[in-house]
């Protein structure tokens, strides 16, 4: 078997095999995933296609590099969250993560090495074998079919042959959609279907033909992604790629003047002194009251938030450029810049502080919520970065976006292990206890994760949560209980609720 494109050769057992491999891997898709919700489907799905795709490009695998061993693990941890947590939020970020870590990772053990991984590049490389690849091969298969249905057919009876299989392939998906459709507009017609064996009156546009579909279509979509990569040809042509080999477009980069960014640097900073010094006052004695003049203890919370976090990031990027496109001409203005920018990571980090000490008065006065939680770890984050950035300016062989990556991907995975759902419970319950005020109706909403945790507070505060627990109850009970969305979170949730609302 030869593809003119890619000029490689691969027997054809081995695309027989491949093709028949992501039959069944699409039908365990549809098993899994058809009708149900997330769950431990996911861990297992994810697992049968690693298997999928290492099986036939066992050859072509690329091992021992520790950013894929980083990834394998990122990415096996993300989707035991569906069999482990039951976190909305979470869920719907990592339906989207799981399968972008797994595009980059592939690229990565399968792919050419035209980018480093931690270039831009990979990403486009990515999408080339989502799009560009995937497109290419749909039509591989049924020219694979032809060629093993023609090999021993004399070449004059190719053509005729050839043109029936094609219009066979056409009618037969139409054959079902328009059979079914008549037999369910007139009983008549589905009487004289009743001949034929019972399975095929049992076909209509219901839950037989979508997982049909369903089947068809993400064999196609497994196969293709695989043979992008078995028999990959380069997106751009020899007339493409010429134009780039001008030195004119080689010499294209750009770089700031030292002089210039010095100006900018020092005109930011001396805002940012003031500003920060006149904090000082108020971020250190708000906790016992030294507050700006009329200003509430609840409102100075609210107020400046969201525009010290803003200018934070602005701060940051502007660091960033800074460091990867000044060019520097002396050392001395290259000593002149490295101490503005550390008074500008100072600044940003005082702000920073001062907004994260904003965010705990106004969750002390108002209480903890989703997002207030997912702020705090965006800072956390946030500050992180720049601590990494302050090593950049003395060490300037550091590679910044290698070591920013790393850091994402662990935070992440952090932020799904930490148990969002019950930090908020804790939190809530710490502060009724000294405030007395508790929000039962938006605790009741949590996630299963948290459920645990509030009967325990209702049990001790005398039933205070019953009536929220015993409708959650109600709610869990109805939900589907087939195994593939199986999650040990709503399991325990709700075998604690039957045992204590049973009590």
Known sequence: MHDKMSGTSLPEPSFLSAFAAAIVLALVHQYLFYGHGLGVSMPIFVIMFYAYMYVFNRDRIQLGSWIGRLLSVTIIMLALTYALFDNPVLYVLNALAIPALISVHMVLLLGEKKHGWSEPGIIG???????????????????????????????????????????????????????????????????????????????????????????????????????????????????????????????????????????????????????????????????????????????YARRGFGELVMVTGINFVLMISVLKWTEFSSSLLQKINSGLLYILVGCSGVMLYSGYTRLVMYEEAYGYTYTRYLVHAFMIFLGLLLLIAAVRIHIRQLTLAKYYIVLALVAYVVVNYVGIDVRIAENNLERYRTTSVIDKEYLSGLSADAIPLLIEFSRKEHGAMDEFLQGRLMSMTREETAWPAFNWAKYRAQQELQEYILE
Request: charged share 15%; with cysteine.
């Open 125 to 299: 490389q990515a999408l080339s074998h989502w799009f560009y690849q995937n497109l290419r091969h749909i039509v591989t298969p049924f020219r694979m079919f032809k060629r093993a249905a023609l090999r021993n057919v004399k070449d004059e009876r190719k053509r005729v042959l050839g043109k029936v299989i094609i219009g066979l392939l056409i009618a037969l998906p139409l054959l079902f959609i328009i059979v079914s459709l008549l037999a369910s507009a007139d009983g008549i017609f589905e009487e004289l279907l009743s001949g034929i064996p019972a399975w095929i009156g049992m076909w209509s546009l219901g839950s037989g033909m979508l997982r049909l579909i369903w089947t068809c279509f993400f064999t196609f979509c497994f196969f293709c992604y695989l043979w992008g990569f078995v028999q990959s040809a380069p997106r751009q042509t020899e007339r493409e790629v010429q134009p780039s080999t001008v030195p004119y477009h080689e010499s294209v980069a750009i770089k700031f003047d030292p002089v210039i960014t010095a100006t900018v640097l020092i005109v930011m900073n001396l805002v940012y002194v003031v500003f920060v010094v006149l904090q000082f006052g108020y971020l250190f004695g708000a906790w016992e009251g030294a507050l700006p003049e009329g200003t509430s203890y609840a409102e």
